[in-house]
C-alpha cells in the first residue's frame, strides 16, 4: 500500500514538473523577446525624440515603454518563482469534502499557487490560502475554514505531508492529528545557514493562528526564545500581504527590529514568500534626523555603558527618562512654554512692517491655534513671505541703482533681472529662518531647561554631553517626542501596518511615540521579557494601554521553544526569569559543555574544530561587552578563521563570527561558546545574558569559565 500511495504522488508530481517545465519552456522566449524590444523601444525613443522632450508622440511612445516594462516584470516574476517551484513544488495534501457535495477534493499546499490555465485545475495551493488552514488547525474527521463566503464546513479523509528535493519526490506521509514530530525534527535539526528561513511547511497551530489574525489592531505575543516569533510576524506579513493584496503594499509595512544585524539576517523570508520586503529599520536610524550635527549613540552604546559600569545613578536615569510619569511631564512643560510665551515686536524687513506683534499673536495663538507648532510656523511663514513679496521690487531696484550709480557694478537689464532673484532668494531664505527663531524653542534648549526644573539630578549629565554635540541613547528618544509634540514628525498616516520585535529592548516612551507617528496603522508587536538586559516593560501583553485608539487587542503566548535540543533548553532554563512555564521540543543532542579556561585560544580552536567536524560550520563566539569580543578577536584573528560582528554588520553563512552576546538576540547558529564567563557575572542582567547566550545554540553549547567560583552556574 504504501508503495502504491509513493507512486501515485510520484505520478502526480511527474505532471506538476511536466506543466512547469512547459511553462517556462514557452515563456522564456518571451521574456528575452520582450526584453530585447524594450531595449530597442528606448534606444528608437532617444534618438528620435531626445532634441524634443514635449512632442506627442514621445508622451505615447512612453505609455506603451511603461506598459511593456511592467509585463516584462511580471513574466520575469513568474518565472523566477516557477523555476524556484520546481524544486519543491508543495510539501502536503488535504482531502476535503465540503458539506452538500459528494467527492472529496484533494489539494496540494505549497508556497504560492499554481494552476493549470490548459484545464483551469489548481495544482498547488498557495499557503495562505483560506482552504489551506486546514492543514495547519485540523484534524481528520468533521472540519471548517472561514472564507470571504463565510463558514464552510465539511470533513477532512487525508493529511498527507510530503517532501520533495530537487524535483524529486523523497517520502509521503499520512497523519490524522497535526505536522508529525519527524519532519519538524527533520526541519530543526538542520545546520544554521545565517538567515532565516521560510517555516510554511511547519507551521503550528499556535503560531498559524498569529499568522491568521484579521481582527486585531493591537496584536500582541510573548514567545520565549526559539518559538518562531521572528518567523511568525514574518509570515504574518506576508499572510496580509496576500489577503489584502489590492489596498496594502510592501511599503505600506515598516518592521522594527533591533538591530542591521537582525534587519539583514531576515531580509530573504519575505522575497522567498513570493514577496516585496517591507520597509526594515530599526529606532535608532529612524529617529535619529538628518540634518543635524550632533553624534548620537545608539542602543549598543547604552547596553556596554550598563555593563561595565555598576553606577546606579545611570540605570535609575535611563529608567526614568523612558518612563510615562517623565514623557507625560514632559508634556505638560512643552504646553507650558508654548503657550505661555508671547511675540512682543513687530516684524519687519528693511524697515517695512510686515506683521505687527498683535497680528503675529493671534495667528499663532488664536487663528492657528488647533495646529501644531510646525504647522502654524508654516501658516504664518506663507502670509509673512506673501507681504514681503509686494516690497520685492521696490527693494531690488534700491539696492541695485545704489550698486551701480557708486560704479560697484555694471549690468545688463537680463543681469539685474538674474542678480535680483538670486538675491531675493537669500533674503527670504534668512527671512524664514527669522520666523522659525521667532515661533520655534530649539528641542535640545527646551529639553535642558525641562532638566534643570524638573529633573536637576540628571541636568547636568545631559548638558555636558549635549554642549560636546553627542546625545545620549535614552535622550533620542525624549528629543523625538518633543519633535513629535512640535509637528517636525509628522504622523505617517500611509503605514498600513508597523511590527516591532523583540519588544523587551524599548521603554514605554517608545511605544508612546509610535502611537503617536502612526496612527492608521495596525501594530504587531512581539518579545520575551526574559531577554530583557535591562528591564523596560513587565510585559508584552502590558503594551496595550500605550495603545488606547486600538478598538480590537488580541494578546498571545508561545511557550514552546524549537530552536535549541532539549539539554540546552533545560540549561537555558536555569536562567530565564518569570513564572510562566515554556514546553521544549524532544530533540536531543549533547550536553551543554562548562569548561574551565586554560589556554583560551586553543580551547576554542578546539571546540570549533569540533563542531565542524559534526558538519556544524555556523558558529558564534558571544561574549558580554564589545570590549571582551576586540581583545578575543584580536587573539584570535591570526590562528582561525573568524569574523567580528558589530551592529551595523551581517551574518557570512559557514563561518565563525565573535560578537556581545545582546547583540546576538533573534540570531542564531550551529554552534555556540560563550567565553569569559567570571564571578564578575552576577547580576540580573547577567543571568538574562546567560540566558540570551544559551538560547543562540541549535546543537552545541560550551560555557568557558573564569575562575573557580561562578555563583551564576551554580
Known amino acids: ?17 511536466e506543466y512547469i517545465d512547459q511553462t517556462l519552456f514557452s515563456e522564456m522566449p ?108 485540523a484534524t481528520l474527521g468533521p472540519a471548517e475554514y472561514k472564507c470571504n463566503e463565510g463558514v464552510i464546513r465539511g470533513d477532512i479523509s487525508l493529511r498527507r505531508q510530503i517532501k520533495i528535493e530537487n524535483g524529486e519526490l523523497q517520502y509521503v506521509f499520512d497523519n490524522g492529528i497535526n505536522i508529525t514530530d519527524p519532519i519538524l525534527m527533520e526541519e530543526l535539526g538542520k545546520s544554521s545557514d545565517a538567515k532565516l528561513k521560510t517555516v510554511i511547511n511547519t507551521i503550528q497551530k499556535d503560531q498559524n493562528a498569529i499568522i491568521r489574525d484579521l481582527n486585531a489592531d493591537l496584536l500582541l505575543v510573548q514567545g520565549t526564545a526559539g518559538s518562531g516569533k521572528t518567523s511568525v510576524a514574518l509570515h504574518r506579513i506576508a499572510y496580509l500581504l496576500y489577503k489584502y493584496r489590492n489596498s496594502v503594499a510592501a511599503q505600506d509595512i515598516i518592521i522594527f527590529s533591533p538591530s542591521e544585524v537582525f534587519s539583514a539576517y531576515i531580509a530573504e523570508v519575505l522575497p522567498a514568500l513570493g514577496e516585496e520586503n517591507a520597509v526594515r529599520s530599526d529606532f535608532y536610524h529612524f529617529l535619529v534626523p538628518q540634518d543635524g550635527t550632533e553624534r548620537y549613540a545608539d542602543r549598543s552604546e547604552q547596553i556596554e ?90 527693494f531690488c531696484r534700491a539696492f541695485l541703482d545704489e550698486a551701480t550709480a557708486h560704479g560697484i557694478v555694471s549690468l545688463t537689464d537680463e543681469e539685474r533681472e538674474e542678480q535680483c532673484n538670486a538675491m531675493w532668494e537669500s533674503c527670504m531664505a534668512e527671512l524664514k529662518d527669522r520666523i522659525r527663531k521667532t515661533f520655534l524653542i530649539p528641542e535640545k534648549d527646551l529639553y535642558l531647561d525641562f532638566l534643570k526644573q524638573s529633573y536637576p539630578e540628571y541636568y547636568a549629565y545631559s548638558a555636558d554631553l549635549f554642549s560636546r554635540e553627542i546625545i545620549p541613547y535614552e535622550d533620542l528618544f525624549c528629543l523625538s517626542w518633543i ?15 508597523v511590527v516591532v520585535d523583540e519588544a523587551q529592548e524599548y521603554p514605554p516612551i517608545v511605544y508612546m511615540l509610535l502611537s503617536e507617528i502612526f496612527p492608521a ?42 530552536r535549541s535540543t532539549y539539554e540546552i533548553n533545560s540549561f537555558a532554563e536555569k536562567f530565564r526569569t518569570g513564572d510562566k512555564e515554556i514546553r521544549m521540543v524532544e530533540r536531543h543532542g549533547s550536553e551543554p559543555a562548562i569548561v574551565p579556561t586554560v589556554n ?63 547583540l546576538s538576540k533573534g540570531l542564531e547558529a550551529d554552534g555556540v561558546i560563550v567565553a569569559g564567563v567570571s564571578s564578575a557575572w552576577k547580576t540580573e542582567e547577567d543571568r538574562n545574558l546567560m540566558y540570551v547566550a544559551a538560547t543562540r545554540a541549535l546543537h552545541e553549547l560550551t560555557v568557558l569559565t573564569e575562575g573557580d567560583e561562578i555563583p551564576l552556574l551554580s
Not at 1 to 17: A, P, S, T
Not at 537 to 558: D, G, N, R, Y
Request: with cysteine.
Open 483 to 497: 519633535r513629535v509634540r512640535s509637528g517636525a514628525i509628522a504622523p505617517m498616516r500611509t503605514v498600513r501596518q
Open 1 to 17: 500500500m504504501e508503495n502504491e500511495i509513493f507512486e501515485q504522488e510520484r505520478q502526480r508530481l511527474d505532471y506538476v514538473n
Open 305 to 394: 555603558a550598563l555593563l561595565q559600569s555598576d553606577d546606579p545613578f545611570l540605570r535609575e536615569m535611563i529608567s526614568v527618562k523612558g518612563s510615562v510619569p517623565f514623557v507625560r511631564q514632559l508634556s505638560e512643560y512643552f504646553d507650558e512654554r508654548y503657550s505661555s510665551f508671547r511675540v512682543s515686536e513687530s516684524f519687519t524687513y528693511y524697515d517695512e512692517v510686515l506683521a505687527s506683534a498683535d497680528e503675529l499673536n493671534q495667528w499663532f495663538f488664536t487663528d492657528y491655534a488647533e495646529y501644531t507648532a510646525e504647522q502654524r510656523v508654516g501658516k504664518i511663514t506663507l502670509r509673512i513671505l506673501d507681504a514681503a513679496e509686494d516690497c520685492k521690487e521696490e
Open 521 to 562: 496603522a495596525r501594530f504587531t508587536i512581539l518579545g520575551d521579557i526574559s531577554q530583557q538586559v535591562d528591564a523596560k516593560i513587565p510585559s508584552v501583553a502590558s503594551l496595550e494601554k500605550f495603545f488606547p485608539t486600538k478598538k480590537t487587542v488580541a494578546s498571545f503566548v508561545l511557550n514552546k521553544g524549537y
Open 600 to 662: 583560551v585560544e586553543e580551547q576554542i580552536i578546539d571546540i570549533i574544530n569540533n563542531y565542524r567536524s559534526r558538519g556544524h560550520k555556523t558558529n558564534m563566539i558571544l561574549c558580554r561587552t564589545q570590549a571582551e569580543c576586540d581583545d578575543l578577536y584580536r587573539r584570535l584573528m591570526h590562528k582561525m578563521p573568524i569574523i567580528r560582528m558589530r551592529s551595523f554588520d551581517t551574518i557570512t553563512p559557514e563561518t565563525t563570527i565573535i560578537l556581545p552576546v545582546y
Open 30 to 137: 518571451n521574456e528575452a523577446n520582450l526584453r530585447q524590444s524594450i531595449i530597442e523601444e528606448r534606444r528608437r525613443i532617444w534618438n528620435d525624440y531626445s532634441g524634443d522632450p514635449s512632442n506627442v508622440d514621445l508622451m505615447q511612445a512612453n505609455q506603451t515603454l511603461e506598459m511593456d516594462t511592467e509585463r516584462y516584470f511580471r513574466i520575469r516574476d513568474k518565472l523566477y518563482f516557477l523555476q524556484k517551484m520546481r524544486n519543491s513544488p508543495y510539501f502536503a495534501r488535504i482531502d476535503f469534502k465540503e458539506e452538500g457535495y459528494d467527492d472529496a477534493e484533494s489539494f496540494y499546499i505549497g508556497s504560492l499557487s499554481l494552476i493549470d490555465h490548459r484545464t483551469y485545475d489548481i495544482l498547488i495551493c498557495d499557503w495562505r490560502a483560506d482552504i489551506a488552514s486546514l492543514f495547519y488547525d
